[in-house]
């Protein structure tokens, strides 16, 4: 039997286009061969010049319409600017409208999102204790919701009366964990679906899994999911391919903290210390089809179950037409 086609995504960056461009974008590259989408919860873009940040679950729910693949959160926090009862909420309509398309990724977050309701912005291991929390909050009432009952939750940060969701699919959706951090990896493994992890070397990324599996281990739990969000540069020229990363995404190169960035505005400041060289090992800037080809294969071969690509240029059409003739057909699990 031939091998089995890996599973590709698109990444709709809602931090860079208006939500109707996103939408037209994504049913593009599902058409020329990418399965599935990926959108992250954002408030505020990183840096003035992505100009948006459109509202993820409007986006996600008319994309339900116009494509037919997976439709994942990468990644909502249920935590600062929402209550984890809203976000199960939000999640579950999504599933029932659209049945096994679904899967919830969550993460601790970041201040430029977070701080608006101006509440306290804690340390990063109170925010990851406050994401566990949250998404034991979120496993309850789906839970209790599937078993036509209501739950109650009283814990150090979340408090949940009796309640239930009235509108449930019958199978609720994978719960994943956004980590960098092998102690959060492993605790993932123990307590949810599976494991989300944002470009980064692949030593890091290799170390992350095996703390997922070691936790997945030792609760006795079956092998979870194990999703990549690949941020990449593609254009027809290497200076083009450049240009795009340091204007649009200069993240890629930041070799700092950014959690506790407040505004855009700020992050604008902080970009412009970027240099070329700092995206070297962080993220790849090319304008050979084939060395992306390559490295997207060593990240498969680490084990991942799908990978969402996100091309930082404004150039998605021309570059989602030549990953689907030159990357994507290549790829192998």
């Known amino acids: 039997m031939p091998p089995t086609p890996p599973a590709i995504g698109y990444a709709a960056m809602l931090e860079q286009f208006h939500p109707t461009e996103a939408l037209a974008l994504s049913a593009y590259a599902e058409q020329r061969g990418f399965s599935g989408i990926m959108a992250a919860d954002r408030f505020q873009p990183w840096v003035p010049r992505q100009g948006e940040a459109s509202f993820v679950w409007n986006v996600l729910g008319a994309l339900g319409q116009t494509t037919t693949g997976d439709l994942g959160t990468g990644m909502t926090v249920p935590t600062f600017r929402w209550h984890p009862a809203m976000v199960a909420q939000a999640s579950a309509t999504l599933s029932a409208m659209y049945p096994g398309r679904h899967w919830l990724g969550v993460g601790s977050g970041e201040a430029i999102d977070e701080h608006i309701t101006g509440t306290y912005w804690p340390e990063t291991a109170e925010r990851i204790n406050r994401m566990f929390e949250a998404v034991e909050v979120i496993n309850k009432l ?192």
Do not use: C
């Open 142 to 333: 789906f839970s209790a919701s599937i078993a036509g009952r209501d739950v109650k939750h009283s814990g150090q940060y979340f408090t949940l009366e009796s309640a239930r969701l009235w509108t449930m699919p019958e199978t609720a959706p994978e719960i994943l964990v956004a980590t960098s951090g092998p102690v959060t990896a492993k605790r993932a493994g123990r307590t949810v679906d599976g494991i989300i992890v944002d470009g980064a070397p692949i030593d890091k990324i290799a170390s992350l899994l095996s703390r997922f599996d070691d936790g997945v281990r030792e609760a006795g739990r079956k092998a979870g999911t194990k999703v990549l969000r690949l941020h990449l540069s593609w254009a027809p020229t290497h200076e083009e391919a450049m240009t795009n990363a340091i204007t649009e995404w200069p993240n890629g190169g930041m070799r700092f903290p950014r959690s506790d960035i407040r505004s855009p505005f700020e992050f604008e400041q902080l970009a412009r210390l970027v240099r070329q060289e700092d995206f070297e090992g962080r993220m790849l800037v090319s304008e050979d089809p084939d060395a992306h080809r390559a490295l997207i294969q060593r990240y498969l071969d680490l084990g991942f179950d799908r990978v969402y690509l996100h091309n930082v240029g404004r150039n998605q059409r021309e570059w989602i037409d030549v990953f689907a003739r030159d990357v994507l057909p290549r790829l192998v699990r």
